[in-house]
Nanobody, 115 residues
């Protein structure tokens, strides 16, 4: 089995920064892509950012220029650097990893942006 564990969430003031991490463990093969999604109560889970490689990333319009996704293949880890955070960024953030035609999800980490 494969497990994904997110970390780095918490409470931050508007304009602040957080860095989320997500590490995959277990029966790991080549991870084709990794990503971050977020969800607020009563709404669908939305894509925040995805990464295949450093030169192949995708961002939601709402986070472009503020968030940066990166990955460390040797550590099976994906990061999300979040700057200039806004209250509307408050959500549970989930990471995923796509390998061998299967999409795996973590359990999420809560990010709260509030003064």
């Amino acid at each position: 089995q494969v497990q994904l564990v997110e970390s780095g969430g918490g409470l931050v003031q508007p304009g602040g920064s957080l860095r989320l991490s997500c590490t995959a463990s277990g029966r790991i093969s080549r991870i084709a892509a990794m990503g971050w999604y977020r969800q607020v109560p009563g709404k669908e889970r939305d894509m925040v950012a995805t990464i295949v490689s450093t030169s192949n990333t995708n961002y939601a319009d709402s986070v472009k220029g503020r968030f940066t996704i990166s990955r460390d293949n040797a550590k099976n880890t994906v990061y999300l650097q979040m700057n200039s955070l806004k209250p509307e960024d408050t959500a549970v953030y989930y990471c995923n990893a796509f390998m061998q035609n299967t999409l795996y999800w973590g359990k999420g980490t809560l990010v709260t942006v509030s003064s």
